[in-house]
């Protein structure tokens, strides 16, 4: 199954939201919101899509070459820990929308991408004017979808902050909420606190497409716990289903392709991050089904010789982090001081970080997500909508005079949770 050249044509034309037009008048990239992607999923039915964080350019390509393989819709992304304004990567929320559309150009990319802000975290009261400032300018840049996620909060500060801030994210974007930091086996998120927060959302006429919990996963590396708790994210989406929003699963890595299919079976999610082990592979070590990367008899890092980057470009990464008291999954700090100098590795080196990237993700995406031919199912939505925004899912069930800033922090005090030790849990 594949789109017709005038279809796809036809989608380019009309499909690709203001912000893209503008930015890129003449390109082929078909950017779009994330809101086709989660209807696409949704109409094949018990599919993912992939949300590849691109923290490095051989992340990216090897990504889309694997979509385009596989005919599959792909959401690249980064969050604001890994290219905000203090990042650990050299892609960012202002250039990988450049970089993206670069590359869909060159490779011929004929497969819908969306550009997810991931992670735009509120920690505090104080983070809220500076946001108020700064996402305009990332969709400026040319993002196409956004996580507001402001989990850190009290379930009452979390959704007052959403209210906040939505008026900042065009109407067309695709939008993420969250409740729960991701934080493993502590502070699990509930029932009540995910029908807390999309109801008020709800009687505020705000729809978002995809709710990621806590439900037992982490970021970053994790090789003990339980992982994803699939009978607990049943649980929530199938009370969220009068509300039509989707499931987000956050910190796939260290759980196995077999647990991921059956998230993909038995809930409502439509989006799932992979961002650690796709760092891993490109660079060449390791990774296992769980997606952690392999460690040795002393705790480091197995590289695969003559895969990924040079073994002198490794052995010169590993000090750098020994130098900086860099472990385990701060290895991720090396994207930003190592972006120029991999780029700047011979075109065969730089062909296999891509191709090791490009063979897991088109694996999971076609044997793991069942994402494969969601591209055609993504253009078909669009030609249908015949727009860049194909509007809500749902519509206001909620009644706002039972969702006011005062009544939502008298319901709050209601909402029995865990919310987990205080920490940094961010990737």
């Known amino acids: 199954m594949k789109t017709l050249s005038s279809d796809f044509s036809k989608a380019v034309s009309v499909g690709r939201p203001p912000n893209i037009q503008k930015l890129f008048p003449n390109s082929k990239a078909l950017i779009v919101s994330g809101k086709f992607i989660d209807l696409a999923m949704i109409k ?53 929308a450049r970089i993206v559309d670069a590359f869909c150009n060159e490779l011929k990319i004929t497969i819908p991408v969306v550009l997810h802000a991931d992670h735009y975290g509120i920690k505090s009261k104080d983070d809220i004017p500076g946001a108020k400032v700064e996402i305009p300018t990332i969709f400026e840049a040319g993002i196409t979808s956004i996580a507001i996620d402001a989990s850190h909060l009290p379930d009452d500060q979390n959704l007052l902050t959403n209210l906040e ?5 065009p109407k067309w974007s695709g939008l993420e909420t969250e409740i729960g930091e991701i934080k493993g086996k502590l502070g699990l998120s509930t029932k009540d606190e ?20 806590n439900n037992g996963t982490v970021h970053g590396l994790e090789a003990s716990g339980k992982g994803i708790q699939v009978d607990l994210t049943r649980e929530i989406h199938k009370a969220l289903e009068p509300y039509l929003v989707s499931g987000a699963q956050h910190g796939t890595s260290g759980n196995s392709s077999k647990r991921i299919m059956e998230i993909a079976e038995r809930t409502n ?4 991050n992979v961002a650690t082990a796709l760092q891993m592979i490109s660079w060449g070590l390791e990774v296992n089904d769980d997606g952690n990367a392999a460690l040795d008899s002393n705790g480091n890092f197995i590289k695969v010789h003559d895969q990924g980057v040079t073994e002198d470009i490794w052995a010169k990464m590993v000090a750098y982090a020994d130098e900086q008291g860099w472990k385990g999954g701060n290895f991720k700090k090396l994207n930003l001081p190592f ?3 991999l780029l700047g590795l011979t075109e065969n080196i730089r062909q296999r970080m891509e191709t090791r990237v490009e063979s897991f993700v088109y694996n999971m995406l076609v044997n793991v997500f069942n994402a494969q031919d969601t591209a055609d199912v993504a253009i078909e939505t669009i030609l249908e909508a015949n727009s860049f925004d194909p509007g809500p899912k749902t519509k206001r069930i909620e009644n706002p005079a039972e969702w006011t800033p005062e009544k939502i922090i008298e319901r709050a ?3 029995e949770s865990d919310k987990g030790p205080e920490g940094d849990f961010e990737d």
């Open 413 to 415: 005090t209601f909402i």
């Open 269 to 272: 999610t439509t989006k799932a």
């Open 165 to 169: 801030l939505n008026s900042l994210i």
């Open 339 to 341: 972006e120029n100098k």
């Open 194 to 213: 995910a029908l807390f927060l999309i109801q008020g959302l709800n009687a505020h006429d705000i729809f978002p497409n995809w709710i990621a919990l």
């Open 44 to 96: 094949k039915g018990n599919s993912i899509c992939m949300a590849a964080n691109g923290r490095n350019a051989f992340v990216i390509r090897g990504a889309l070459k694997a979509a385009q393989r596989a005919n599959s819709a792909l959401i690249i992304e980064i969050a604001r820990s890994e290219g905000g304004a203090s990042a650990y990567c050299a892609v960012n929320y202002w250039n990988i």
